[in-house]
């Protein structure tokens, strides 16, 4: 059973029905949207010029069977806290919001679909490649 999360990038290129990405989203049992990732979705869309239908469109994305929210709990701040130290020692910090992305994936021990680079510093973190 294939189980994902969903970066804001890959969020974005399903919604412009980017077909290997379409697949691929459409072929999971679970699909996680992590809160953060909403939060960056609804903070890009008060910027654009379509925010009422890019929201309506997040909503029923989330009423979908078989799609959740992901948001972080006290045990995600251990796993983010672990991989904070790890990337400052490997000299590669990354942003928050994709260390918080990260450290609930690890939890949760789900599969990240994304296409940021920044995560190719963490090898623990399971990913679709693509």
Request: charged share 20%; net charge negative.
């Amino acid at each position: 059973m294939m189980k994902i999360v969903l970066d804001s990038n890959r969020y974005t290129d399903f919604c412009r029905g980017i077909p290997e990405v379409v697949e691929i989203v459409s072929s999971a049992q679970v699909i996680y949207l992590p809160l953060i990732v909403i939060a960056e979705l609804r903070a890009g869309f008060s910027f654009g010029n379509q925010r009422e239908k890019n929201e309506r469109v997040l909503s029923l994305f989330l009423q979908n069977e078989g799609i959740f929210t992901l948001a972080p709990d006290t045990q995600t701040t251990y796993y983010y806290a672990e991989l904070y130290s790890y990337l400052r020692k490997k000299g590669k910090p990354i942003p928050t919001n994709d260390l918080w992305i990260a450290a609930l994936c690890i939890q949760h021990q789900v599969t990240l679909f994304d296409r940021d680079s920044d995560f190719d510093h963490i090898p623990q973190l399971n990913r679709v490649n693509i």
